[in-house]
Nanobody
């Protein structure tokens, strides 16, 4: 079955940058839409960025547009999240998630977490 392993979380100063990685295994990567979510204590989990499997269209939460970039290397079965101009409010555990098939563009665009069946264990990002 699908397994996701995130890495790259760290402590960084405001204004700094980090790149998160998510290694995908267990199935054909190209048939899965992928997304990054984050959750901080006392807050709801929120979608950060996503990429649709059908045509690699990317989507972003308003709070990260212009600062974060989602990308993937299909040859390496790896998803990335480049985070620039980090702010203290970006502090959270970041999760990558996968959704199979090509019929879920709407769910990918709004980053509906209930539609993503596979999740990684998370990686901590602290901006301070």
């Amino acid at each position: 079955h699908v397994q996701l392993v995130e890495s790259g979380g760290d402590l960084v100063q405001p204004g700094g940058s980090l790149r998160l990685s998510c290694a995908f295994s267990g199935h054909s990567y190209s048939t899965y839409s992928m997304a990054w979510f984050r959750q901080s204590p006392g807050k709801e989990r929120e979608g950060v960025a996503s990429i649709y499997a059908g045509d690699s269209t990317t989507y972003y939460a308003d709070s990260v547009k212009g600062r974060f970039t989602i990308s993937q290397d299909s040859a390496k079965n790896t998803l990335y999240l480049q985070m620039n101009s980090l702010k203290p409010e970006d502090t959270a555990v970041y999760y990558c998630a996968a959704m199979g098939g090509y019929k879920g563009r709407a769910f990918v665009s709004v980053m509906d977490a209930t539609r993503f069946a596979y999740w990684g264990q998370g990686t901590q990002v602290t901006v301070s």
